[in-house]
C-alpha cells in the first residue's frame, strides 16, 4: 500500500528559484492538504483541497501555490523561494469532507533555502 | 494564530510510569484528534474524540475532552520505549474543512 506519497525527500535551493513538491495519494480521497513543519510552532496549514479543481488557504499560503486538478495529485509550487521557507513540508490526505476522519500523512519533504 | 498549545513541551519518564500530555486550544471544535510522530517522519493518527463525548479509551491510550475549558489530556499508561515520539493534538474548526495542531509534547521514555 503506496499511501500518501510525497517527492523529493529532500531538497536545496537558492534564493529566488522556483520548484514543485509533489503529493500522491492512492486511496481516492477527496482532502488533501500541505503543512510545513518548523522547529517549537508545531504544524501550520498552507493550503487544502476539498477535490478536484477546489482549493482554499491555510493559515501561511504566502509565497505558495496549489492547484488539484485530479483527485490523485495535490502539488505545493514554490514561486521564488526564500530562506523564510525553510522547512520540512509534509502533504495529508483524508476520504470525505465531513468531520471525523483521519489525517494520512506523507513522510515529508525537507527543503532549505540558501 | 489559531494554533492550540500542548504542555509540557518536553517530558522525561521511566518505563512502566504513565504519561499525560494537555491540549489547549481556541475556537469551537467538531472534534479533537491526536497525533504521534516519530523523528524524522509523517505524522500517524492515534485516537479521535467527538466533542459531545467527554472520555475515550483505545489500547493504552485514554483522552479527555472538557469542552468549556477547550482542552483536552491523552493519557498513555504503563509506557515503553517505544512510545518514544512527538504527540499532537489537532482541532477541526467549526464552519472550515481546516485541521489545526498544536505545537506538540515531545516524549522520552527511559528503558
Known amino acids: 500500500n503506496a499511501g500518501v506519497t510525497q517527492t523529493p525527500k529532500f531538497q536545496v535551493l537558492k534564493t529566488g528559484q522556483s520548484m514543485t513538491l509533489q503529493c500522491a495519494q492512492d486511496m481516492n480521497h477527496e482532502y488533501m492538504s500541505w503543512y510545513r513543519q518548523d522547529p517549537g510552532m508545531g504544524l501550520r496549514l498552507i493550503h487544502y483541497s476539498v477535490g478536484a479543481g477546489i482549493t482554499d488557504q491555510g493559515e501561511v499560503p504566502n509565497g505558495y501555490n496549489v492547484s488539484r486538478s485530479t483527485t490523485e495529485d495535490f502539488p505545493l509550487r514554490l514561486l521564488s523561494a526564500a530562506p523564510s521557507q525553510t522547512s520540512v513540508y509534509f502533504c495529508?490526505?483524508?476520504?470525505?469532507?465531513?468531520?471525523?476522519?483521519?489525517?494520512?500523512f506523507g513522510s515529508g519533504t525537507q527543503l532549505s533555502v540558501l | 494564530s489559531q494554533q492550540g498549545e500542548e504542555d509540557p513541551q518536553a517530558l522525561s519518564i521511566q518505563e512502566g510510569e504513565n504519561a499525560t500530555m494537555n491540549c489547549s486550544y481556541k475556537t469551537s471544535i467538531n472534534n479533537l484528534q491526536w497525533y504521534r510522530q516519530n523523528s524524522g517522519r509523517g505524522l500517524v493518527h492515534l485516537i479521535l474524540i467527538r466533542s459531545n463525548e467527554r472520555e475515550k479509551h483505545s489500547g493504552r491510550l485514554r483522552v479527555t475532552l472538557d469542552t468549556s475549558k477547550k482542552s483536552s489530556s491523552l493519557l498513555i499508561t504503563a509506557s515503553r520505549a517505544a512510545d518514544t515520539a512527538s504527540y499532537f493534538c489537532a482541532t477541526g474548526t467549526s464552519g472550515t474543512y481546516k485541521y489545526i495542531f498544536g505545537t506538540g509534547t515531545r516524549l522520552k521514555v527511559l528503558a
Open positions: 495529508a490526505s483524508r476520504t470525505g469532507t465531513e468531520w471525523g476522519e483521519k489525517l494520512f
